[in-house]
């Protein structure tokens, strides 16, 4: 018959372990310091939130005049007869195409709300929260990317308008003499449509009178409508996703070390920093992010959770012997892998231009399928001819992110192979040699976030700065797509890498400076304590089967005590059970 855990948590052969009684005090002693200010903390942000989409948001309502076939644009003045004109100006933001994101939408989410937090759930203690907490955190963070977003491009809007002198006549067309393809140039007339909208949000008759002029204001600033509102469409959610993505590769590295206090806290300020990151890349310089957002999405949330983790994670909290998984857990990740993998074709196409758009969920096909194969061969050889779950885990999405940059645009089949093989390389090598080498460090990264996304979207941009360091101003570029539209900052001299460079740089320095504040205010912050790491029972409430999963450390050989300063230190003993 199987030993049963005895009253007072002793079990046979010697080994002590603490009690449930025990553990369902620190449950209470949490519950009074995390649980009610995370209540408290929740409502104050919902409530903020509520008002804010109440004061600044209404559905969209498309301009019934900009339906149907337009009538022929109104003839120019008589100085401009006969005179060629500049092109039409780049816009400030590509607005997929109408029925994008319903197409995109539930691909998105699912990797969103589900996919992340299910590759997370392998610690053996802690699949509550890794899919909860996922759950709970891509809510909010979705609300907040979204609101933020628009604030940053209200904001880009308005540095444009105060760019430009008020004189400046915004009705008068740019003749081709003028023109040049200089960023500032295109930004100067990018100003004059956010001074048009204005005018015709004050006057809409103007929107009736003015057909033509209105859909051209509304294409170049990315939108639907005219309205003082922000109009609520699918588009502008994929945006708040996109920020709660961010916040979920962050969530990696610190997993199973915060509070829920310190996790929203966390989150709030990281979506702040990932509106000033993108506004600061996209916008200010002019840099290109446009597939699968490889620098402003997975290397800053990588690079801001390694900075987070480093300050706020409890010490030696990796040597809590709960930071590990069990077989059931490590197939509930496997799953969420699954769905990271069959989502991400969607993820890196949906700001892709629509005439590369195939190309671009196809090339991802091909760096997943071919990062896959790689990551098991690599698993095998490393491992006696045994795959390991962690190598799969990772390499086997790993390709995906490789090719989420501007590359992704320009890539033929076998190009987009190579790199998802390189991109699953670099994260088998990160496992086995980067992980160790930053733990040594005390920088603990509890689901390898750097081993799934930092050197992976490091290859990304750098196979976006090689891709483009050759492409000159006119250049042909596959699929009919426009040299000024996709690569907005250039002076005809093939300085497009230089941004993406500059770009990489930003990102990195950004997400570690930004991540250590938000580190040195979370630690402020109570949480866990390194016992209290790493277990569901701390923050939910845990049904009966649960109270044998604290007493299975017996079987592996584990003991707690108690140090001087009365916190639970966890300590891993040499295992005599099965020689007893």
Known sequence: MDAQPQEGGKKPFGVSLPSFRQDKQIESRILDTIKSPFAILYVIMQVVSLILFAAMTEHEKSEVVLQGDL????????????????????????????GAAQTFFFDIALLVFLGIGLSTAFLRKYGYSAIGFSLLT?????????????????????????????????TRPVLLEDWDSSFRLMQERQACACKRYDAFL????LISAEPNEAIDILRILGKRTFSSRIPLNLDLFVDGMFAATAVLISLGSFLGKVSPVQLLTIGFLEVVGFGINRYLCLRRIGAVDDTGGSM???????????????????????????NSSRYNSDVLA?????LLWLTFPSFNAYLAPLAARNAVMVNTVLALISGAVTGYVVSSLLGN?????????????????????????????????????????????????????????????????HN??????VVAAVSGILATSPLKEGAKLPFGMDYAQIFPNHVGNGDTSSWQAAALGITVAFALGWGAVAGVIAKLIRGP????????????????????????????????EASADNNTQLRRVNNNIAAA
């Open 138 to 170: 891509a809510c909010i963070s979705v609300q907040w990317g979204f609101l933020l977003s628009q604030f940053f491009e209200d904001a880009h809007c308005s540095n444009l308008k105060a760019s430009i002198p008020a004189s400046r006549d915004c």
């Open 71 to 98: 009538p022929p644009p109104p003839p120019l003045a008589d100085e401009f007869i006969g005179v060629e004109l500049a092109p039409a100006v780049e816009p400030i933001r590509n607005l997929p195409p109408e």
């Open 452 to 457: 799934l996304h930092g050197l992976p979207g």
């Open 385 to 449: 001819g045994k795959f390991s779950v962690f190598d799969v885990l990772h390499s086997t999405v790993a390709g995906g992110v490789a090719v989420s940059s501007v590359a992704n645009l320009m890539m033929v089949p076998w190009v987009s192979m190579a790199v998802g093989v390189i991109g699953s390389l670099m994260s088998a090598l990160g496992y086995r040699i980067v992980q160790p080498w930053l733990e040594r460090r005390g920088i603990t990264d509890t689901a390898g976030t």
């Open 334 to 338: 496997l799953v969420g892998s699954s």
């Open 529 to 560: 304590t390194i016992a209290e790491t790493f277990t569901d029972h701390v923050y939910w409430k845990v049904p009966a089967d649960f109270k044998a999963t604290l007493h299975e450390d017996a079987g592996e050989g584990f003991t707690v």
């Open 202 to 205: 004050s006057n809409r008759t």
């Open 296 to 322: 402003t999405i997975h290397l800053y949330g990588c690079y801001f959770g390694l900075a987070v983790s480093a300050i706020a994670s409890p010490k030696k909290a990796a040597n809590n012997p709960d």
